[in-house]
């Protein structure tokens, strides 16, 4: 099993920067890919970007340019740098992990983070 603790988040002026961070612990090795999820007030919780065990990226449209995602070598930590923040990035930010062994894969999820931009 694999848990993961997110910090970092906090109030900012829009145009300012933040980053998370998400700690996994339990069975690093089998975790494949972790990324960042965002749950706004009254939407549906979307994808931010992830990053597999190999390195490779992906962004939501939305966050490309402004946003990088990046992990330790170990891989039992992975970031998110947020720079030219909005007000439509406000949301909880939450950490995911796909961790897989020979039953299958599962998914691990942060408790989640509060990111809030102010105009």
């Known amino acids: 099993q694999v848990q993961l603790v997110e910090s970092g988040g906090g109030l900012v002026q829009a145009g300012g920067s933040l980053r998370l961070s998400c700690a996994a612990s339990g069975i690093i090795s089998s975790i494949n890919t972790m990324g960042w999820y965002r749950q706004a007030p009254g939407k549906q919780r979307e994808l931010v970007a992830d990053i597999t065990s190999y390195g490779s990226t992906n962004y939501a449209d939305s966050v490309k340019g402004r946003f990088t995602i990046s992990s330790t070598n170990a891989k039992n930590t992975v970031y998110l740098q947020m720079n030219s923040l909005k007000p439509e990035d406000t949301a909880v930010y939450y950490c995911?992990?796909?961790?897989?062994?020979?039953?299958?894969?599962?998914?691990?999820w942060g408790q989640g983070t509060q990111v809030t931009v102010s105009s």
């Open positions: 995911k992990a796909v961790y897989c062994d020979r039953r299958g894969c599962d998914n691990a």
